[in-house]
């Protein structure tokens, strides 16, 4: 009779002991598939695509003075601002940025085309490394101006000769782009960074926006 007891408590351990086992497997297992979930929302929500990045180095003297442009589209489902440009791991100032974010102006054909560079001011060498207002192409301005003109807070750029002038605005802190929302963004980079020395080479060309982005390797074309 005793020995039937003791018999039924081991069977009753072990049930208990496997049951607590399988439990917190379970539970551990949800725990896991949970954050991985919810990390993988997180991560999936921000994200910036950038394309055509180009970067021109002034050949006229040894003005020291470059641009670079570049397309950058929201790509995530979030508000994000782009806040820093980076080259060669230094900041380019906001003051430097020139941002067109009109979605009348920057459309997917726009979009798509390549960014070309604008002849510099050569007066005295270029003092400021500002860019002519049209393209080093020639092309005219069509249609109604895209931006006050003349000011140096305006950059008037015509990427085709068939394709509406863009008007990139000066900027003053981030640039804020909307779920979907494109935008181009010409910068001139911080005096003697990059001279003429440097055409041909590859740059690490870096766009961020908060905690996404990524550098590129561009190579610096002489204008």
Not at 1 to 26: D, E, H, Q
Not at 74 to 95: E, F, H, M, W
């Amino acid at each position: 009779m005793f020995r039937g007891i003791k018999n039924r408590k081991a069977v009753s351990t072990v049930l208990t002991t496997m049951i607590i086992l399988v439990a917190s497997v379970v539970l551990g297992t949800g725990a896991v598939s949970y954050g991985t979930s919810l990390f993988q929302t997180n991560a999936s929500s921000e994200a910036i695509s950038t394309t055509g990045t180009q970067v021109w180095v002034d050949s006229t003297g040894n003005s020291g003075w470059a641009w670079g442009a570049f397309d950058v589209r929201n790509t995530g489902d979030k508000l994000l601002s782009v806040d820093q440009i980076q080259i060669r791991g230094q900041a380019v100032p906001y003051a430097n940025w020139y941002a067109d974010t009109n979605a009348t102006q920057v459309t997917s054909n726009q979009f798509q085309l390549a960014l070309v560079y604008s002849s510099m001011i050569v007066a005295q060498n270029s003092p400021d490394g500002q860019l002519k207002n049209g393209t080093a192409a020639g092309f005219s301005l069509m249609g109604p101006l895209t931006c006050p003109y003349p000011s140096a807070s305006y950059i008037t750029i015509q990427l085709t000769s068939t394709s509406q002038p863009l008007c990139f605005t000066q900027q003053s802190g981030p640039v804020s782009l909307a779920p979907g929302a494109k935008a181009i963004i010409y910068f001139k980079v911080p005096q003697n960074l990059l001279t003429s020395v440097d055409a041909g080479t590859a740059n690490s060309i870096g766009v961020y926006a908060g905690k996404v982005g990524s550098p590129v390797s561009v190579t610096v074309v002489a204008k």
